[in-house]
């Protein structure tokens, strides 16, 4: 892909991310895309078990906003650098809604080919947005 492809590419996403649109963002995936990603446990593969992830953040965090800050791109691999918002209004995971807020620095990786996504890591401090929205609690020191 071109890097102007790429371009075009995360601009689809980034305004399906800010619609809420999960099909238009799973739809950005490979058929055999992995997505490694801490919300997953781990790593999925596929177009329904990606939804499935993605599906999770906009029904735990209704109002969740992805705020990209970089773009890194060097031939078919990107960096999106940024963080995310939102309060935990839905229940994530299926547990009960805290009402509380949580923002953390994440950064995704991505490898694509062919106009689509292949892989996908996602790193962030998953248990300290845990511990944000009140699912765990901090040990004191």
């Given at each position: 892909m071109t890097r102007q492809q790429v371009e075009a590419l995360f601009v689809r996403r980034e305004t399906a991310l800010t619609q809420r649109d999960v099909?238009?963002?799973t739809a950005q995936f490979a058929e055999d895309a992995v997505v490694e990603s801490p919300t997953a446990g781990g790593s999925v593969t596929g177009r329904k078990a990606i939804e499935e992830v993605t599906r999770a953040w906009f029904e735990g965090f209704p109002d969740v906003v992805f705020s990209r800050e970089t773009l890194v791109i060097d031939g078919d691999r990107a960096a999106w650098i940024g963080h995310v918002h939102g309060t935990d209004?839905?229940?994530f995971l299926g547990?009960?809604?805290t009402g509380?807020?949580?923002?953390?620095?994440m950064v995704f990786v991505f490898t694509v080919k062919d106009g689509f996504?292949?892989?996908e890591q996602r790193i962030y401090d998953f248990t300290g947005m845990l511990i944000q929205i009140g699912?765990?609690?901090a040990k004191p020191q």
């Open positions: 099909a238009a963002i209004t839905g229940g547990l009960p809604p509380k807020p949580f923002r953390v620095p996504i292949v892989h699912v765990l609690k």
